[in-house]
T-cell receptor, first 117, second 114 residues
Framework: DARVTQTPRHKVTEMGQEVTMRCQPI?????VFWYRQTMMQGLELLAY????????DSGMPKDRFSAEMPDATLATLKIQPSEPRDSAVYFC???????????????FGPGTRLLVL | AQSVAQPEDQVNVAEGNPLTVKCTYS??????LFWYVQYPNRGLQFLLK??????LVKGSYGFEAEFNKSQTSFHLKKPSALVSDSALYFC????????????FGKGTRLSVIA
């Protein structure tokens, strides 16, 4: 049963510290998404990649957030420096987008619950 | 632009009764439509999607949704609710054309009462 995995599942850190969240997409999927979920804002798209290239990162605060795909099996989301307002659950999702196809169904990981004190 | 609205923050239904979770969308073209469910402390799980063809789409766990183009709606339904259906439900839409990602609604919390 293929799944998206995310590490860590929980992270507590202090303001100003760097936070790195990792995602392993489902093998063979070519599109990876990063979302943030909070009670106030709901589910927000931060960035997404296709074939490891960033397609859109307009949802991310550029000064402190960065997202990369070092290889096809790993996506990372970094926050440096972290702030209390970054406290949220961060989800990674992956999907397979085929040329001419109807578009990918996204499969979500379990999330990283981040608390910045 | 594309957007999706879930007009109800909360839906309460008695176990065994039919349930409906509402979704309306706005896109400048033909849409792909999705429903996802989120259980506590879990990621979103795909339930069903409308791509083309039959307006009534059947999905996981006995859920179904009906695409209504004239009303721009894609309501989620189930004939008989279970307590275990209690969760947060998200509707999402994407344009068929182009590279745009899914746009999610704010979610509707379904509570099924025994």
């Amino acid at each position: 049963d293929a799944r998206v995995t995310q590490t860590p599942r929980h992270k507590v850190t202090e303001m100003g510290q760097e936070v790195t969240m990792r995602c392993q997409p489902i093998l063979g999927h070519n599109t990876v998404f990063w979302y943030r979920q909070t009670m106030m804002q709901g589910l927000e798209l931060l960035a997404y990649f296709r074939n490891r290239a960033p397609l859109d990162d307009s949802g991310m605060p550029k000064d402190r957030f960065s997202a990369e795909m070092p290889d096809a099996t790993l996506a990372t989301l970094k926050i440096q420096p972290s702030e209390p307002r970054d406290s949220a659950v961060y989800f990674c999702a992956s999907g397979l987008r085929l040329a001419g196809g109807p578009g990918e169904t996204q499969y979500f990981g379990p999330g990283t619950r981040l608390l910045v004190l | 632009a594309q957007s999706v609205a879930q007009p109800e923050d909360q839906v309460n239904v008695a176990e065994g009764n039919p349930l409906t979770v509402k979704c309306t969308y706005s896109v400048s073209g033909n849409p792909y439509l999705f429903w996802y469910v989120q259980y506590p402390n879990r990621g979103l799980q795909f339930l069903l999607k409308y791509i083309t063809g039959d307006n009534l789409v059947k999905g996981s766990y006995g859920f179904e949704a009906e695409f209504n183009k004239s009303q721009t709606s894609f309501h989620l339904k189930k004939p008989s609710a279970l307590v275990s259906d209690s969760a947060l439900y998200f509707c999402a839409v994407r344009l068929r054309a182009g590279n745009t990602p899914l746009v999610f609604g704010k979610g509707t919390r379904l509570s099924v009462i025994a």
